[in-house]
Each structure stands twice: as structure tokens, then as C-alpha cells.
């Protein structure tokens, strides 16, 4: 079974802590009222029949529900050790989501030189009014390449599950594809 460390990311009150809670079915008390994250929340759970080239994998992860106060920014090294995708999520109705996503973008992937590949961007209709609204890629200042995602739990939860599964797996795929590589070149190494 493959162990993966995703970090969940983006500005205060986008919704990280809902959308965290409700991935790995985590019963934790919610009274609706807003209580931000203070640093990290760590939230362990399996996904089985996970479709990676038509073969069905079982992967444990460990999702980091992370604080979008920028009073935490010393912890940021802390948090990317290990990583292996990045969720970025922002709420399309409020204007300074796009430059806290684009700071958290620059540090976290162009500035660790992260694979784009292994990340995405979930915009969390967090109302209904908020259905039509996105961010287009110039105005978040990420890669084009970077998969952005209308999400909302209450209105599409399992379109959200099926979301967050793709995510997954293809994180998956590449990590499996690596070690196999890494494989194959000690091996090479080794016969030469």
C-alpha cells in the first residue's frame, strides 16, 4: 500500500476544513460557525479500489488541512517535506482569494520547483450564487497546466469524491511510475 502526504492549501475561510472533513469522512464536531485552522490538521484515512492504469490500488493519506493564516509561513518548509500533491482551494466569491492563491502557488511549486502535475485547484461554491464563478488561470497567476475544479459538499459531494479519487490516483500513478523507474536504474547499475 502506497502512503501519500497531501496538503490541502488556500486563504482563510475557503472552506479547507469542510472539504477536509468531508473527504475522509471525519465526524468532527461542526456547529457552522467559522474557527480557523491554527497551523496543520492531519487527517489519516485508506482509499481502496483506486483506478491507476486499470489496476486497482489501496493508498493511505495523510491529508493536511493547513492554516491560510499568513502567520504560519514559517511552518510552510515543515508542511512541503515529503510532499506528494497539493490541493489548492479558494473561495470564487471573494476578490483577495486570487493573490493569496498565486503567493502560496509561488512558494509551494514554482519556487520548489513542485510538478504542477501533482496539483490542483478546487474553486469551493460555497453558495449558490457562487456556482458560475472561477478564477481563470491568468488572473490566479499559476500554470495553465493546473487542473481547476468547481467543488461545492453540499450541492455535489459525490462529484467532490469522484474529484478528489481522480486527484488521487494520478498522484499515484506518478509516484508508482517513479519507483518503478528508480527500479529499473539500480538495476541497470548494478548489471553494467
Not at 489548492?88 to 512558494?107: C, G, K, M, Q, V
Request: glycine content about 4%; some cysteine; charged content about 20%.
Amino acid at each position: 500500500m502506497f502512503k501519500l502526504k497531501i496538503l490541502l492549501l488556500g486563504p482563510c475561510a475557503s472552506g479547507k476544513t469542510t472539504i477536509a472533513n468531508f473527504l475522509s469522512d471525519a465526524t468532527e464536531n461542526s456547529s457552522g460557525e467559522y474557527r480557523p485552522t491554527q497551523g496543520v490538521r492531519i487527517l489519516e484515512f485508506e482509499m481502496q479500489n483506486l483506478n491507476v492504469n486499470n489496476e486497482k490500488l489501496k493508498a493511505e493519506i495523510e491529508l493536511w488541512d493547513c492554516s491560510g493564516d499568513h502567520k504560519f509561513e514559517a511552518c510552510w518548509p515543515a508542511l512541503q517535506r515529503d510532499t506528494h500533491g497539493i490541493i489548492f482551494i479558494y473561495n470564487p466569491s471573494s476578490a483577495h482569494h486570487a493573490r493569496d492563491l498565486e503567493l502560496l502557488y509561488n512558494y509551494f511549486v514554482t519556487q520548489t520547483g513542485f510538478s504542477h502535475k501533482n496539483c490542483v485547484v478546487f474553486a469551493n461554491q460555497m453558495r449558490p450564487a457562487d456556482k458560475d464563478l472561477k478564477l481563470s488561470s491568468k488572473m490566479l497567476n499559476i500554470s495553465s497546466w493546473v487542473l481547476q475544479v468547481p467543488v461545492s459538499v453540499e450541492e455535489s459531494g459525490n462529484r467532490l469524491q469522484a474529484d478528489f479519487s481522480s486527484f488521487i490516483a494520478s498522484v499515484l500513478g506518478r509516484l508508482r511510475d517513479h519507483s518503478e523507474q528508480e527500479e529499473l536504474n539500480i538495476i541497470n547499475m548494478q548489471s553494467a
